[in-house]
């Protein structure tokens, strides 16, 4: 297929990139470089240097060699839930507004087929664990209530314009795949921050409340490697109907508690990582794991790197492999 993925220079976006190459799909990657990295595009894919807002129109004009896209994956967002609650309009203007004019102009230009990055977060605070596609959805900040209103805008667009659409929930993404990895400006994720501490970067890891109603008192989340995410939305490009949005959960089913990740990441490392106890960080659920028997039966997709000690060595070797670029002069 001939694909566009905005956000494809970020983290999540480069590694499906990637993975879409490699299976043979014609990419061409819409990034801003807000927080992707021009060099984080796989070979083998285009990447237009622009906005959505500035770009969208003339891109899916283009197509590919002048032949108009057969879908969108849409990577490209703003993501730190912390920020959106300072600075809502950002979140608005930059998650929902933008995506809007994605469905226009896609609406205009007849692309058929949207794969959308939605989260975990649309379901806030969890009644029960595992979550279902079928829970409430009741975000409890700004991200996710933008890619809420993202997710209705898409059901609507779909209903009455044809479009066929997916929508993946994502738990918390973990992982690299090769030289595609994790690298924020401003890291906020638990993983890489444990991963800063091993690589003499950080003194040391907080620990977000020991507390908690969970078997070691700290925080319990869903892992699910990058490259299992990536697979998903292969899948999900291939399951896409006419006039349908589907929505999936994607994550391993399984949860893991701070403590077991920071423990994980010593193993991997060989690094004692020191930890305090912190204050609990506002907005935090204490549990959340997804229930991916859905995507299980409906994508025929199957999580395949449950482990975490694999997740965090790949992570840790994605660190490792760029500091050693770095030191060398040859960054990437
Ligand atoms: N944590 C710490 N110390 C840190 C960083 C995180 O203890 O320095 C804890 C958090 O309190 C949480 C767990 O580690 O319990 C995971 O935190 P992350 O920030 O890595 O991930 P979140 O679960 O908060 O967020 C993820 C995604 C969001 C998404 C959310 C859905 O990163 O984009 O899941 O609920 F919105």
């Known amino acids: 297929m001939r694909l566009l993925v905005t956000g494809g220079a970020g983290y999540v976006g480069s590694v499906c990139a990637a993975r879409l190459v490699e299976s043979g799909h014609e990419v061409v990657v819409l990034d801003d470089?807000?927080?992707?990295h021009a060099d984080a595009v796989p070979d083998g894919a285009r990447l237009v240097e622009a906005g959505i807002d500035d770009a969208i129109g003339g891109v899916l004009a283009e197509g590919v060699g002048g032949a108009g896209f057969d879908g969108v994956l849409h990577f490209a967002a703003k993501s730190l839930v912390g920020e959106s609650m300072q600075d809502p309009a950002k979140y608005w203007q930059g998650n929902v507004v933008t995506s809007l004019r994605l469905l226009d102009a896609m609406r205009e230009h007849g692309t058929p087929r949207l794969v959308f990055s939605s989260t975990a977060a649309t379901y806030g605070e969890p009644e029960r664990v595992p979550i279902a596609e079928t829970a409430p959805t009741r975000p409890t900040n700004t991200y996710g209530a933008t890619k809420l209103a993202i997710?209705?805008?898409i059901t609507s667009y779909?209903?009455?314009h044809g479009l066929a659409a997916v929508s993946l929930r994502y738990f918390n993404v973990a992982?690299?795949?090769g030289r595609f990895g994790e690298r924020h400006g401003v890291e906020t994720h638990l993983i890489p921050i444990v991963l800063q501490v091993a690589s003499g970067r950080r003194e040391r890891v907080q620990v977000y409340g020991d507390d908690w109603p969970t078997q070691d008192g700290t925080c319990v989340r869903d892992y699910i490697h990058v490259v299992d995410l990536a697979d998903a939305h292969l899948r999900?490009?291939?399951h896409a109907a006419a006039g349908?949005?589907?929505?999936?959960?994607?994550g391993n089913g399984l949860g893991f508690s701070v403590k077991q990740v920071i423990d994980a990441c010593r193993e991997v490392t060989g690094h004692?990582?020191?930890a305090d106890v912190a204050p609990r960080r506002a907005g935090d659920p204490a549990v959340l794991v997804a229930g991916s028997e859905k995507a299980r039966t409906e994508l025929g997709w199957k999580p395949e790197r449950v482990d975490l000690t694999g997740i965090v060595r790949d992570a840790w070797n994605f660190t490792t492999d760029r500091d050693e670029e770095t030191r060398a002069g040859r960054v990437w």
């Open 236 to 238: 999900a490009l291939e």
């Open 272 to 274: 004692p990582i020191p």
């Open 158 to 160: 779909a209903a009455a």
């Open 151 to 153: 997710d209705h805008a």
């Open 244 to 250: 349908e949005h589907r929505i999936y959960n994607l």
């Open 175 to 177: 992982g690299a795949y």
């Open 33 to 36: 470089l807000s927080t992707g």
